[in-house]
């Protein structure tokens, strides 16, 4: 019978086992988990003076204290803040962008974290109040520039009433250079998506020679369009020693949403949403406290990611630890997961499984004995000089044995053995 000298290293090809397969755990996870987050992010904001801009510098403050750069490229509104999301070439990946402009279908690439804060429609005229809007016709009528969120909702409102681009004089004027043109009575209307705080906003509407004009069918706009809500704008609001305006006034507004890239990182998608809660969370003439940030999807759907934060709020680490320690230390305890699960049950079974291996060292001699035995006692006569040479082979492999010293008496019981079957071996040859 042909035999192998074992000189194999006890369990090398367990741990050999352990270790490919903690590689491969891990280079799944890594794979699973994808890069870290950039350093640097890209917002489109608005033009020079609006709300979109001054949001931008305080989102950008607020990440500047976690050790995020958040770039700021100015954009004519909201319009042009949709178009550089979906081009993937523009490298922005963040935009505060008003609701209705886009769907899920148009902007596939795009999910929202949450509806941030309302943006009316203000409506601002030098005619007299309840002046009708045929009053208006052929009149110089600012509608904001192209790209902006002003001039897609002012021309679709309008249109709904009947009226194009032949009916007035449309001019395409940033909010900051309507306001100027109207208080000085070079235009005769505008209008304006923003804020309430927006100092535009306050300085027309405390203006004498300017009327805030009220959307008196505003439940049918927005019966029409649902992403619209009805605001009022109490009397006096905007002067109240003057009694600015006089009447309340009734606007339709969109909701505006932080819109990001489906592929922005979920960790840099957490920091904004806790910078959202802290810049939008404020009490307001429109809103009551916390009603902002919100868990509604807007145009396109709410990111996951938003959706736990609404539950359950930022990432336990994220709570207690700076974003970049905390980051790193989410990605370890990812990491280890596969690491304990594929090390602790094989290595919590190595010493059964070590001890296997010893004692199957000895035992596959006893096995070889056996034969050798069971031969000697089918024969009647002496043993063969084959069998005695493989007796010797047997005792020559078992002399040279190592076993660690708590399987050493398995090992001296084969040797007793094995000399017992060369007694009996003797014992058989005639004297």
């Keep these: 019978m042909p035999t192998h000298p074992l000189t194999e290293r006890p369990l090398m090809w367990l741990y050999a086992l352990v270790a490919l397969l903690v590689l491969l755990a891990l280079l799944l996870t890594v794979m699973w988990l994808g890069p870290l987050p950039s350093r640097t992010v890209v917002m489109s904001t608005g033009a020079p003076g609006s709300d979109y801009e001054d949001l931008g510098r305080r989102y950008q403050a607020i990440l500047r204290r976690s050790g995020v750069k958040l770039q700021l490229r100015p954009s004519a509104g909201s319009v042009e803040n949709l178009a550089r999301l979906n081009d ?26 949450g509806a941030m804060f309302y943006q009316p429609l203000w409506f601002f005229s030098r005619l007299p109040p309840d002046t009708r809007l045929d009053a208006l016709r052929g009149k110089k009528f600012a509608v904001g520039p192209e790209g902006s969120g002003t001039r897609a909702l002012a021309l679709q409102m309008l249109a709904l009433n009947g009226i194009d681009s032949n009916f007035a004089q449309f001019l395409p004027l940033s909010t900051q250079d309507a306001a100027a043109a109207l208080l000085r009575g070079d235009i005769d209307a505008a209008t304006m998506v923003s804020s309430w705080d927006s100092g535009v906003v306050r300085k027309l509407l405390a203006s004498p020679d300017l009327t805030a004009v009220s959307f008196p069918r505003a439940d049918a706009y927005v019966a029409l369009y649902p992403y619209l809500s009805k605001l009022r704008v109490p009397m006096g609001v905007g002067d109240l020693a003057t009694n600015r305006p006089p009447a309340d006034v009734f606007l339709v507004a969109p909701k505006v949403s932080l819109l990001v890239q489906r592929d922005l990182h979920p960790a840099l998608k957490y920091l904004l949403l806790e910078a959202a809660s802290e810049i939008h969370s404020a009490p307001g003439i429109f809103a009551r406290a916390g009603q902002f940030p919100a868990a509604e999807p807007g145009d396109v759907p709410l990111s996951r990611d938003a959706q736990q934060f609404y539950r359950s709020g930022p990432p336990f680490l994220q709570r207690y630890l700076p974003f970049w320690l905390a980051t790193f230390a989410t990605r370890l305890l990812v990491l280890l997961i596969p690491i304990m699960g594929v090390a602790y049950p094989l290595l919590r079974f190595a010493p059964a499984l070590y001890g296997w291996s010893m004692r199957r060292r000895v035992f596959r001699l006893y096995g070889e004995l056996k034969f050798i035995e069971a031969e000697l006692e089918s024969r009647q006569g002496p043993a063969s000089p084959e069998v005695l040479a493989r007796l010797e082979k047997l005792e020559e492999r078992a002399n040279r044995l190592q076993v660690p010293v708590g399987f050493a008496h398995l090992l001296y019981q084969l040797r007793t053995h094995i000399q017992l079957v060369r007694r009996q071996a003797a014992e058989a040859v005639p004297g």
């Design 88 to 113: 993937p070439r523009s490298g922005v990946e963040i935009a505060l962008v008003q609701g209705g402009l886009t769907s899920e279908v148009r902007s596939p690439g795009l999910e929202s974290l």
